[in-house]
């Protein structure tokens, strides 16, 4: 099964290379995501945000995310997941499939 998420990337990290004879390219979003508030209890809470780690299959998006450049001017990115649900039989995890960049809206000129 396929989904689309939009996420809102604060960082990401990117390794092209050779380990062990393997070439290697593989890149990690590093998005916000709100923390469970659901069972706070006078003892035990939960609120705000935090950052969540999504592996890509291959460091590519995080060369776009670069030449990009607002996450090295400290700004967020607002990216478009496609996510497929896949199992082994035992787990399920998501697979991103593609990514790309949500362009900001167009600034509006006050009258």
């Given amino acids: 099964m396929r989904s689309v998420l939009r996420v809102e990337v604060v960082g990401f990290k990117r390794f092209k290379g050779t380990v062990d004879g393997k070439n290697i390219d ?23 945000t935090c950052t969540e780690e999504i592996s890509l299959p291959d460091g590519q998006f995080c060369k776009v995310l670069e030449v990009d450049g607002r996450i090295a001017r400290g700004e967020r990115v607002q990216v478009e997941l496609d996510m497929e649900r896949v199992s082994n039989g035992k787990a399920v995890r998501e697979v991103v499939q593609e990514a790309r960049i949500v362009k900001p809206a167009p600034a509006v000129k006050a009258a």
């Avoid at 593989?26 to 705000?48: H, I, M, Q, V, Y």
């Fill in 26 to 48: 593989s890149g990690k979003l590093f998005c916000l995501t709100n923390l469970n508030g659901t069972r706070n209890s006078a003892d035990s809470w939960a609120e705000g």
